[in-house]
């Protein structure tokens, strides 16, 4: 199976299925220049699973370097950054070198990030292993976090191709299916009301997560995903519907600490905010029962903890990209496949929260 992704700055392959990664010897032979050096960058978990299989499939390339980080959403750190940054120096890679992003959204955002400004900029590969990646891995965003937000030090760097392989999604942790989950739930309700029928009356619980329902999944979340970037790249429009359940997703990370919520459990609670806003908006919606049935079908969480309070989560949710001039901007939804980008005052939002505590 192979998507296009065509944005104005490139057009790349998504390489979906069993047995994908298999192709990146072919992909690197297409290559304008041969690479001179390849580094691959990972986790420990992912190293430990699947850097022996990518290292094998680049026997015979000279000079293969990897680099090894601990995993976890706190890897996302501009030191972690800057030691990947010196590594590369110090292995000699140059500006014919190649970066492959080995693993979750956590390594395809940061060693995207490397590879978009070492040198100004070296091509590199997405080689995601999580379901969540289906969206990370597609569509060009590269970042780091800060202590004063997430994903705040980036850019737009498209990678030369997507290689998915979906035999490495079988050693994902339960947490890490439902984390994933939350983003091919989003892309249904964003963009395509048939897709999320499906998913709701295929998938009553992770347990119906089969291996061809997944691929489904996946083939789909990649499509939407490719469809809306390739309309607008560097989100200036409407790339910023795919930050539905983002907003508040994003506080919660900041404020619990990152990695104490996981990125897809946020973006889901996320999505219960934002809809129940909507509904206030729109009360022909009538979504908000339906989802938080569902959500615990699949074991997201519907409340948020309290030791975060609803004022210092609207204090994170300020520093949101998306605020303009102290006005938060949220995603809201009209109806299923039908989302646009609101300014909501302060107390629309505080009042809302505070229906999430028990
Ligand atoms: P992750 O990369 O941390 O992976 C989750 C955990 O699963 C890690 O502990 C990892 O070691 C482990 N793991 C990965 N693959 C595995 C496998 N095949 N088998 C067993 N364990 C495996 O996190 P994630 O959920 O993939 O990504 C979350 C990140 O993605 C967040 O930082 C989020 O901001 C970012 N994100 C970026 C975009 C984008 O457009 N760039 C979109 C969505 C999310
Ligand atoms: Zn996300």
Known sequence: QEIIVQTDTKSYPVLLGNGASTQLPIILEKFKKKPSQILIITDDSVANLYLADIKAQLKGWENVHSFVFANGEKAKSFENYYAIQSYALEKGLD??????????GVVG???GFVASTFMRGIPFIQIPTTILAH????????????????????SF?????????????????KEEVRSGFAEVIKHGLIWDRNFFNWIISEIKS?????????????????????EVVADDEKETGQRA??????????????????????????????????TRISEKLYPELRLL???????????????????????????????????????????????IGKVNLQSVPDDVIIETLNEFYV
């Open 109 to 111: 955002d940061i060693a």
């Open 157 to 173: 760097y498209q990678p030369e191709a997507v290689l998915y392989d979906v035999n490495y999604l079988k050693t994902l942790p």
């Open 241 to 274: 519907i795919l930050n539905f359940g983002h907003t508040l997703g994003h506080a919660l990370e900041a404020a619990y600490g990152y990695g104490k919520i996981s990125h897809g459990d946020g973006v889901a609670l996320g999505i219960l905010a934002a």
């Open 206 to 226: 992770l347990d119906d997560l089969t291996m061809d329902r997944l691929l489904v999944c996946l083939e789909n979340g990649v499509k939407i995903k490719a």
């Open 135 to 154: 969206d990370s891995a597609v569509g060009g965003k590269v970042a780091i976090n800060h202590p004063l937000g997430k994903n705040m030090i980036g």
């Open 95 to 104: 500006r014919q070198s190649a970066v492959l992003a080995l693993g979750g």
């Open 289 to 335: 029962d339906e989802l938080l049935g569902y959500w615990k079908h699949i074991g997201f969480p519907t409340t948020i903890d309290k030791s975060v309070s609803p004022l210092e989560l609207l204090d994170w949710m300020k520093k949101d990209k998306k605020t303009k001039q102290n006005h938060i901007h949220m995603v809201l939804i009209q109806e």
